[in-house]
C-alpha cells in the first residue's frame, strides 16, 4: 500500500459566474477541489492550512475511519476547528472500501465551495473492477453556485431565516448555458468521448438543498456503484442522485458522433431561481472525430466564434437536448432507488444476525420559543422559531467553547456539553393527505412544540441496529438523504406513506440489499435499515440537506468500545489539538 499525500490550502478567491465576479472559498484556489485518489488500502495524509477567516474542518464522506473516528473531521464532535491560520493534519487509511466518495468542509454553508471528489480504486489488478475496464473516469459533481455569503446563509438558516436560494446549479462548478451569462468558458463543462468508448462516471451531489435527476440526451447509463459499494449493474436514461451521495455510472459512447446536453434538474422545492425551468444547468458530451473528419470543418467554426456557437471544431448541428423529469416528480427518484441492490449476495451480508437495537426516528419540524423559554404561547409565529427535529426534538450542536465529544468520550470527562438521550418514539400514523397540503408557513402548520438538545444515542460495539427513518409532510414535500458518519447501512425497504411494522417487514430484502453511507427517506415515505455498530466512537448522524441540518435534523450515535485492543478506540494521535476557548463555529 502507498501513502497519498495531499496539501489543502483553504483560501478565498473571486470566481467568475453569471457575469458577476463572487468571493469563494475554496481549497487551492479550485471549485472543485482537488481530486484525491488512493488505491485501497492506501494511506491517506492531508494537511489542511487555513488562510481563510472562517473556522474549518474537513470531513472524508464515506470513508470509514475504522477505528479512527479523530480523523472524521466534525467539528465539536471529533475535533476543534481548524481556526483561521492554523493547520491540522488528517491521517487515514482506507481499508476495505472501492468506488467513488468525496471531501468537504463540515461546516455550516461552506460544503458548498468547499468540496471535491474522492476515488477508490481496488488494490489487486487482478481483482479489479467487477465490469470491463473503462476507458476513461471522470468525475462529474454536481453542486450549487451560491453568489450570496454561504456563511450568512448558514447562520441565517439556524435562525430559521431562509433568504437565499442557489444562484445556479453548476456540473463540476460550471453552470452552462442556460444562463444569459454563463460566465468563462460558456459552454459550461464538456465531455469529449471517442465514439465506441466506454467512461466511468463517478457522479457526486455536493449541492446543499437539491436532490437532482442527470441525463444525457441520447445515452444510457449502466449503475455499477453507490456510496463505493458495487451494485448489481442495470440501466437507467436517468440517475437520481440526493445530497451526500455518490453514484458510479458507465456510460457507452455509442451515438452517433455529434454533441450532447447532460441536463442536471433539481427535483424538489426550493428551487435555484434559474430563469429556465426545465434545467437547473447543463453540461455538453462531445464526440470527438477523428483528424480527417474535422479538418475541414476547422475554419467554418472559427469564423463563427464565441458567440456564434461555434463548439470545437465541430460541425453546427444543433445539440441533441434531453428530456428531462419533471421538477416535481419524486417517484422517479423512488423508483431510481429500488434498483440498487448490492453486488453482494447473501452470506457476505450481516443481515441475517439478530437485530438488538429498533430505532423508529421521526423527521419532521416543530416550533421552538425564539428566546430559548418554552413557554410561548403556542403558534405565535412571531415568539416561535422554525426547527428541524427527530423524534421532536431538534438538535443542539455542541458550543465551540467545550470539549469535542469525542475527547469528553475517550477520557471519560464530561464535557460541559449537556446531551440527551433521542427519544424513543413509537411508529404512528401520519396523515399525509392532510400534511403534504398545508401551504408552507409556521401559521398553518401544525407544528409541535419542542426544544432543543445535544441528542445522542449510545450502541455496545456490535450491536445491530434497525432503524426506521419516517418523513412527515410538514416537511414540504422533501426527501431526507440521511447520512451516517463510520459505518455503511444496508437499505432493506423503502416506502411511500406510513411505516407499518406488521406489513412492511414482509417486504426487507435481506438477501442483497445496498449498503450506503447516506440512504435517502423517500419524499412522504420511509426507508427501512441496518447497520452493525462496529466502529468505536462518536459519529453524527444526520440529513444532508443543508437547511435540515442547520435547523437540527441530526443526532450524535456514541458506539462503544468492545473488550479487546482491536474493537476499542486507540488513544488520540499526537499532537492532536485542543480547542482554544475564544473560538466561535460561526464567523463573527
Ligand atoms: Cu457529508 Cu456529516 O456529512
Redesign the pocket.
Known sequence: AASVEHTFIVNQTKMTRLCKETLVTVVNGQLPGPTIEVTEGDSVTVHVVNRSPYNVTI?W??VKQFQNCWADG?PMITQCPITPNKNFTYQFDVIGQEGTL?W?A?VPGL?ATLHGAFIIRPRHRAKSYPFPKPYKEIPVIIGDWWEKDLAEMAMNMTRSIFTSYASASTVNGLVGDLFNCSGVPKEGYVLDVEPGKTYLLRIINAGLFSEFYLKIAGHKFTVVAADANYVSPFTTDVIAITP?ETIDALLLADASPGRYYMGAVPNQAPLPDTQTPEYATRGMVHYKVSQSASSDTTTVSLSQGVGGGGYRGQSEDAPVVPMMPDIHDTITSYYFHSNLTSLRQKGHLPVQQEVNEHLFIVLGLGTICKHGHQSCKRGNSTEDMLVATMNNVSYQHPEATTTPLLEAHYYHTGCNTTTEELPKRPPRFYNFTDEALIPFGPKEMRLEPTYKATLVRRFKHGDVVEIVFQSTGILQGDSNPM?L?GHDMMVLAQGIGNYDPLKDVAKYNLVNPPAKN?VVAPNLGWVAIRFVANNPGVW?M?C?YEFH?SMGMAAVFIVEDGPTMDTSLPPPPVNFPTCSHDISLMPK
Do not use: I
Open positions: 470531513h464522506h464515506g466534525v468525496w468537504h463540515h460544503r451526500g447520512h458518519h447516506t453524527f444526520h444532508h441540518l
